[in-house]
């Protein structure tokens, strides 16, 4: 079945960056859309960047230019680069594949604290 791990998460300074990964297994990731999305307690998931399965990439305007999408077809693996960190980029991060069902599976997601 579906798996997906994601992690890189931490605590970091507003203006610093993180290194999010996800190994999604139980898919065929080479063919597969995949994209981050984030949640804070209390409220709706939201869509933060995706990647199609030949590299094509898109971001929601609070991230963009801050934040890229990248994958490994090789390692099943696709990672956001986070970079000029803001406090309201503190989330819990998730990946999935693209499109996806919120009543689906989603992974146990890493979090993500930006403060001083």
């Known amino acids: 079945q579906v798996q997906l791990v994601e992690s890189g998460g931490g605590l970091v300074q507003p203006g610093g960056s993180l290194r999010l990964s996800c190994a999604a297994s139980?898919?065929?990731?080479?063919?597969?859309?995949m994209g981050w999305f984030r949640q804070a307690p209390g409220k709706q998931r939201e869509w933060v960047a995706g990647?199609?399965?030949?590299?094509?990439?898109s971001y929601a305007n609070s991230v963009k230019g801050r934040f890229t999408i990248s994958r490994d077809n090789a390692k099943n693996t696709v990672y956001l680069q986070m970079n000029s960190l803001k406090a309201e980029d503190t989330d819990v991060y998730y990946c999935?594949?693209?499109?996806?069902?919120?009543?689906?599976?989603w992974g146990q997601g890493t979090q993500v604290t930006v403060s001083s």
């Open positions: 999935n594949v693209v499109p996806s069902s919120e009543d689906g599976y």
């Open positions: 139980g898919i065929i990731f080479s063919i597969s859309a």
């Open positions: 990647i199609t399965r030949g590299g094509f990439t």
